[in-house]
């Protein structure tokens, strides 16, 4: 697969200036959608609920949840600020991988599933790790 280095999401990314950076619900909520067109395919449930709130210790976290009839859903935990823009990408694009592991296969660890995604992500010059 071939991503034209004019797409969206590299020219944001190589675009950036280290400057802090506060994410809302509604420019989660964008990103979150831009990612699912152009790099999952439109094949990723939106999350339950998203909060923003200080986090210890890392970024952001997937919230995988279950209801009593076997419903599956999640709650994204976002950090309220981050180094730049591109650390708030990698770690949306790092719990969209979470999510996808949800929906899919009701798991949602740093496994074989999660790194199969390492190299779809680097075409669109992401980076996937276990911490940004």
């Given at each position: 697969m071939y991503i034209s280095k004019d797409n969206y999401i590299?020219?944001?990314?190589?675009?950036?200036?280290k400057s802090e950076f506060i994410?809302?619900?509604?420019?989660?909520?964008r990103w979150f959608?831009?990612?699912?067109?152009?790099?999952?395919?439109?094949?990723?449930?939106?999350?339950?609920?998203?909060?923003?709130?200080?986090?210890?210790?890392?970024?952001?976290?997937?919230i995988p949840?279950?209801?009593?009839?076997?419903?599956?859903?999640?709650?994204?935990?976002?950090?309220?600020?981050f180094?730049?823009?591109?650390?708030?990408l990698f770690t949306l694009a790092h719990e969209m991988v979470h999510q996808w592991q949800w929906m899919y296969l009701t798991r949602s660890d740093h496994g074989e599933t999660f790194w199969k995604w390492k190299s779809r992500l680097?075409?669109?010059?992401?980076?996937l790790g276990v911490s940004i």
């Open positions: 590299i020219q944001e990314i190589r675009n950036q200036t994410p809302t619900k509604s420019v989660i909520t959608n831009i990612f699912n067109e152009e790099i999952f395919d439109d094949k990723i449930n939106p999350f339950h609920e998203i909060e923003i709130k200080r986090k210890q210790g890392c970024h952001a976290e997937h949840l279950e209801d009593d009839k076997g419903k599956i859903y999640a709650t994204l935990s976002m950090n309220e600020r180094n730049d823009k591109n650390e708030f680097a075409k669109f010059e992401i980076p």
